[in-house]
């Protein structure tokens, strides 16, 4: 009969001892958890797996001895080891040994049968797997650790199988925690012992991120409660607070950062790889922020971004101005309306004079007012750009001024004409009934009808091609900062964190086989 025996390859080079781990009867099978060194007392190493065996509920033992002859030349150590069978009875005690200088084990699985006389021990043949402790924890590749129907001592209620293996190594995790910080009276290699500076390392900050998180949270709750007050809802601040991309962005950001130092524990893996996907965004905001301020803060390029600003927009309100004086001729060829060309277009003109004014009257503060928004960096880009963004609807406001008037003149004439048109069928609009009804119209309602009908319609072509230039200017300002928003969303939603796991270490996100 052939034996299975999972060894972890992380007690190939560990020195000779016990082998530990669990005996899987229905699939005569041996799962090997961890190797005990010497020196050891007997006594201390069946309380050590008792108290094992009580937090985890899975039977383990001692199942057999393991010599490392590459670290221990003494011919006598394998004779010393056969002999720990008599003290740590099991059936079968299995025998492993790494031959020195070679590659070559030695595996061996011993019967004890009770004779009348003497002992007679039957050998069987053994199948040696090996298997990574680390990756099958760290994958979730094992069913729930805490089943209705499992009791103490008992095999674990699983369909069989590997589920077998996968549980035992998952419920057997305490077993890897009792050297974090001390190796104590029994000595053990496993996955993690390897690394038990660095898990000292990793338990400390467990331990002192508690009330750094819990200090942090109180911090973020108080900075909530703050914006969440009444003054921030009265009508202008609320209105201005809805249109700014920076406050929205501050805000998303400060309920990511109540998320991620909440003091609550994750609830599953799926939170809590939330949990560490934020983080990861914060960090890498942050980190790109921060280059961003050391760039604009060195060799003086917001003073050169400062001087390069107004004649940017002396430009910009030149190609306008020329724009402007293009549609109050004939533009295309188009036929317009003279007199309303002219009014549109001397209107529109002294609102680019007025904003001209305005950013030569800004220019001497412009460079501190740059130099502070380029420290708002160290919050992270994304608050940059949202802040670049609401620059850019600010230096735009004209555009936006003379898109808001030609839309609203352009609706006027459009909702006019239609109500004019309902005159001439006969129709009118129940404002109380909310539909269109017949009405009668004496002789001078249909003259001044059709008189404005006609002026409307003449009037329409001029509105509706300041309309349509202005919309298009507006159209371009919403696509970049589009573009801007857009870059800022994928900061924030980017999945980092998984994405690196998917690229650097993909068992991390296996997920539980359906046939388990």
Wanted: aromatic fraction near 10%; proline fraction near 4%.
């Amino acid at each position: 009969m052939v034996l299975k025996a999972f060894f972890p390859t992380c007690c190939a080079s560990a020195d000779s001892g016990l082998l530990v781990g669990r005996w899987v009867p229905g699939q005569n099978s041996a799962v090997i958890l961890a190797v005990v060194h010497f020196p050891f007392i007997p006594i201390q190493v069946k309380e050590l797996l008792a108290q094992v065996q009580k937090a985890s509920q899975v039977q383990v033992t001692v199942l057999g001895t393991w010599c490392h002859r590459q670290q221990e030349p003494e011919e006598s150590l394998g004779k010393f080891l056969e002999g720990l069978g008599a003290i740590f009875s099991h059936n079968p005690w299995l025998q492993l040994c790494r031959e020195k200088g070679t590659r070559f084990w030695s595996c061996k699985a011993t019967y004890h049968q009770m004779s009348s006389t003497l002992d007679t021990p039957t050998e069987d043949q053994v199948m040696l797997i090996f298997y990574d402790q680390r990756k099958l924890l760290l994958s979730w590749l094992h069913p729930p650790p805490v089943l209705p129907d499992c009791q103490i001592g008992d095999s674990t209620a699983s369909t069989g199988g590997l589920a077998d293996i996968f549980d035992t190594v998952a419920r057997s995790e305490v077993l890897f925690r009792n050297d974090q910080f001390d190796e104590g009276p029994v000595r053990l290699s496993h996955w993690q012992s390897e690394g038990v500076e660095a898990s000292i390392l990793v338990e400390l900050a467990k331990r002192a991120s508690g009330p750094v998180c819990l200090l942090l949270a109180s911090l973020l709750s108080l900075i909530s409660a703050a914006s969440a007050c009444r003054l921030w809802k009265l009508g202008p601040l609320a209105f201005i607070r809805s249109k700014l991309s920076t406050c929205e962005q501050l805000q998303h950001r400060l309920k990511h950062l109540s998320f991620i130092f909440s003091t609550e524990k994750a609830q599953s893996p799926m939170q809590l790889m939330r949990k560490a996907n934020m983080l990861v965004s914060v960090l890498l905001d942050v980190a790109l922020g921060l280059l961003l301020l050391s760039w604009l803060h060195s060799n003086n390029r917001i003073g050169q971004l400062a001087n390069a600003l107004v004649p940017v927009a002396d430009r910009v309100a030149e190609e306008l101005q020329h724009l402007l004086q293009w549609l109050m001729g004939a533009p295309a060829g188009l036929k317009m309306n003279r007199a309303l060309d002219q009014v549109l277009g001397r209107f529109f003109l002294y609102h680019i004079h007025l904003w001209i004014s305005y950013i030569h009257l800004m220019s001497p503060f412009i460079e501190h007012i740059l130099w502070h928004v380029g420290l708002s960096a160290c919050l992270g880009l994304t608050v940059a750009l949202s802040i670049f963004s609401d620059i850019i609807a600010l230096l735009t406001f004209h555009i936006y001024c003379f898109y808001v008037y030609g839309a609203r003149l352009y609706c006027l004439k459009i909702y006019g004409l239609s109500s004019l048109w309902r005159l001439f069928r006969g129709k009118k609009w129940n404002v109380l009934r909310q539909r269109v009804d017949s009405c009668s119209y004496d002789l001078d309602q249909l003259f001044i009808g059709t008189l404005l009908f006609t002026i409307l319609v003449f009037l329409l072509p001029t509105t509706a091609l300041y309309y349509l230039v202005f919309t298009l200017l507006r159209l371009l300002v919403i696509t970049v900062q589009g573009l801007i928003h857009l870059l800022v969303d994928l900061i924030n939603s980017l999945p980092l964190y998984s994405l690196g796991l998917r690229l650097c270490r993909p068992y991390r996100l296996a997920d539980k086989p359906s046939a388990l």
